[in-house]
């Protein structure tokens, strides 16, 4: 099909795949696109961004790596079994011309890990990593996630590089342990290294040289507000020297700053806030 400058376009992917069929989609354009998929089921809508990639052209099908993927994604926030919900785990390979080999470490909030596992992607293809069919993973789990694509080699031929992959994390409610009827759900795209930590030394000098300094949270939200909603936040120290990284959280209202908090995250270490644990957030406070 055909975009005008600035057009928005629609496709319904319903329109060319049976029912049943869980699958990876490629959009080849002459421009730049900017995509957005919406996964769309009874009483939930789950959204992530479409990640750009590179066309692998280079000898041993390996990839310049100046798309949108990475060698390695984070994943702060999974559900196993908690209080309804679960977590999927799709990681796209961006290249199309070889596998890859991706390995996946579940950790749980201190960032020890649990267990991993190594599956292989096709060029092109997504695999799924579903946390309840994963063994060695207790019940009731909340952790985190990364996923690395790994070197790997055929005896006889060339060393085929880490290629490029995408990864996207989907959490889903059930209203019971047969999971037949989903109550809500959210999607988020893992966080690629280059906007996290380059893993596992780091990047130049440290510090800000190997993620973001600052991250923005638009909505900030305590119970008892009139939408009804309150805020949870997972913060992962992604930094796996040992040692501890310092933040604050600046917590502000309509009219400017209202309060700070500093805290401190051990080596690989995930907090999990709940706001509404905050006593000196009133009641319907709504803000960033």
């Keep these: 099909s055909q975009l005008s400058p600035g057009y928005t376009s629609v496709f319904n992917v319903s329109t060319c795949l049976p029912q049943g069929i869980l699958s990876a989609a490629w959009v080849r354009a002459s421009q730049p696109l900017a995509i957005v998929a919406d996964q769309i089921g009874p009483n939930l809508l789950m959204t992530y961004n479409g990640i750009a990639a590179e066309p692998c052209y280079t ?3 390996g990839c310049l790596d100046d798309g949108g993927g990475s060698q390695v994604a984070y994943g702060p926030l999974t559900y196993r079994e908690q209080q309804g919900w679960d977590t999927r785990i799709y990681v796209q390979n961006l290249s199309g011309t070889v596998a890859a080999k991706v390995k996946v470490y579940f ?3 201190g960032g020890g890990i649990i267990t991993t596992m190594v599956d292989w992607v096709c060029p092109r293809g997504a695999g799924v990593f579903y946390l309840p069919l994963v063994n060695n993973l207790p019940g009731q789990y909340v952790g985190a996630i990364r996923v690395e694509s790994q070197t ?6 060339n060393p085929v590089g880490a290629v490029p ?3 996207v994390a989907e959490l889903i409610q059930y209203s019971n342990a047969a999971r037949a009827t989903p109550l809500q ?3 988020y795209n893992l966080l690629r290294q280059e906007d996290g930590y380059i893993w596992q030394t780091g990047a130049g000098s440290g510090g800000l040289a190997s993620g973001t300094g600052v991250v923005a949270i638009p909505s900030f939200l305590q119970r008892g507000n009139s939408l009804g909603l309150q805020t949870e936040l997972a913060i992962q120290n992604l930094v796996p020297k040992p040692g501890f990284t310092d933040f604050a959280l600046f917590v502000y209202d309509q009219n400017g700053l209202l309060d700070f908090v500093c805290e401190k995250l051990n080596e690989k270490q995930v907090e999990y ?3 509404s644990q905050w006593g000196w957030i009133n009641p319907g406070f709504k803000g960033s």
């Design 59 to 61: 000898a041993g099908g």
């Design 107 to 109: 950790l749980d909030h």
């Design 152 to 157: 790997w080699i055929t005896p006889g031929e």
């Design 165 to 167: 992959i995408a990864a």
């Design 185 to 187: 759900a959210v999607a």
């Design 273 to 275: 806030i709940d706001l």
